[in-house]
């Protein structure tokens, strides 16, 4: 289980306004320190070693910020992965690579990460995050989800519709369109199919709307509840509590959950009844996960629970 929001910052400021945050708000989301549209042209190495400073700085308190780098036809993408795993592997949360257009690209830019790390001595895998945004990586997510050290399938939508060339109206990049077109629809049904198929994390795309907090809450929640997405993307401050809240678990069913596993346990994990319903392992491993995603959105857990499968 990883956070349910990730939030992007590009400048050394943003990036430093979203760990004080993070400090407020506790570990309930990641921090994504983006290379690819956040460094200045001619300056990526600076702003990869910026990045690398601050990962290591007193601000990364929880270790919970990663960086996105650019993508494969970029001439500094292999630079990027040098300085970011060289120089913060140990801290470094994840790394995520936009645009790929096949399986290959993904594998390779993958290869590459994982390569740096073992010549860097980092003792531990850096999860990877793959963004899907061209039809190439679309039509490849299966393929992709089933890569080692594949964390998250990210869903960009401004490209996925930039890239059919006028086909999609531009008013399908938000709400109500980008939950209502057929071909968003199924890009995204396939993504989230894709990921959970093979244990990896889908997120949502971003909310265009920075000043309205209940949109942000609403795109999230549709996100979750419509089309299964686990984690949803900010690019404003403002968007980072709506989107945490609309990923949470319902509070009764989380005490639901809780009291159905210490009563599965009592019973050495064989089938049960509860309240008159009948539960067995297959629902055990729904209400396990369930307790995991209330513990890393921030939603409280019955107290006996919390001491018998935390403590």
């Known amino acids: 289980m990883i956070p349910a929001c990730e939030h992007f910052a590009g400048s050394e400021k943003l990036i430093t ?33 910026m990045i690398v400073d601050v990962l290591h700085s007193s601000a990364n308190r929880f270790a919970m910020a990663g960086a ?59 999860p990877v995050h793959v963004l899907v945004e061209t039809h190439g990586a679309l ?17 960009g939508l401004m490209d996925f519709v930039s890239g059919h060339h006028g086909a999609i109206h531009a008013a399908n990049m938000r709400s109500p369109g980008q939950f209502e077109h057929p071909l968003v629809v199924r890009a995204k049904a396939d993504v989230v199919a894709a990921a959970l198929a093979h244990g990896v994390v889908p997120a949502h795309n971003v909310s265009l709307d920075l000043r309205n907090t209940y949109n942000v809450f609403r795109d999230a929640w549709r996100a979750r509840s419509d089309f299964g997405f686990l984690r949803m993307w900010s690019i404003h401050p403002a968007q980072v509590q709506p989107i945490v809240d609309a990923m949470k678990p319902d509070l009764n069913e989380v005490a639901v959950a809780g009291a159905i596993l210490i009563e599965a346990q009592k019973a050495s994990w064989g089938p049960i009844q509860f309240e008159g319903e009948l539960h067995d392992r297959a629902t ?12 890393v959105t921030g939603v409280k857990i019955p107290e006996d629970a919390a001491r018998a499968f935390f403590d």
């Open 17 to 49: 306004k979203a760990l004080d945050l993070q400090e407020r708000l506790g570990a309930v989301f990641d921090i994504t320190c983006d290379c690819e549209d956040g460094a200045e042209a001619g300056r990526e190495k600076q702003h990869a070693e």
């Open 68 to 126: 996105r780098i650019h993508d494969h036809t970029h001439p500094h993408w292999k630079k990027d992965i040098d300085i970011l795993v060289g120089g913060a592997g140990q801290v470094l949360a994840y790394v995520t690579i936009p645009k790929c257009t096949s399986v290959a690209q993904a594998e390779e830019m993958i290869g590459y990460v994982q390569a740096v790390a073992r010549k860097k001595k980092v003792k531990r895998e850096i």
């Open 139 to 155: 039509h490849d997510a299966w393929e992709i989800a089933r890569l080692p050290g594949v964390q998250v399938l990210d869903f």
């Open 284 to 295: 055990y491993r729904y209400f396990w996960e369930l307790l995991q995603k209330a513990r």
